[in-house]
């Protein structure tokens, strides 16, 4: 991922639409959707929404860019809500749903870093 990709994705998650980038960052219009059509692609993302999973959960935006304030990211409270969207009998949530972010972390290679924790303590009891 580009640090020109990140800086297009930092300026639409601060609200500001393709002109405006194009306008702020001084490059053409077509240039700002290459870059996020890019970005999804390199993401094998489908919307943003997965993009900012993605770009959150590897510590991608930590990349500063002046005048844009990035919202406070919890990875904790991620896993957290990922695994209760995965184990939920909750009505609020689809069993299509499920099976979209499973199939999200899997082909993301993300599904071990939510049980990152239970795989340790599993470990440690068998070598007790």
Do not use: C
């Amino acid at each position: 991922v580009s640090y020109r990709e990140l800086e297009v994705f930092a300026l639409l998650m601060d609200g500001h639409d393709n002109k405006e980038i194009a306008q702020i960052l001084g490059i053409q219009y077509q240039s700002v959707k290459n870059h996020v059509s890019s970005l999804y692609k390199k993401l094998k993302a489908k919307n943003m929404a997965q993009a900012m999973k993605l770009l959150l959960f590897g510590n991608f935006i930590k990349v500063e860019v002046p005048g844009v304030d990035w919202l406070k990211f919890d990875k904790e409270k991620w896993i957290e809500h990922t695994k209760w969207i995965l184990d939920s009998t909750d009505s609020r949530v689809s069993e299509s749903e499920r099976k979209e972010t499973r199939k999200f972390l899997i082909e993301h290679r993300l599904f071990g870093e939510l049980y990152k924790d239970r795989l340790k303590e599993l470990r440690n009891e068998g070598n007790e």
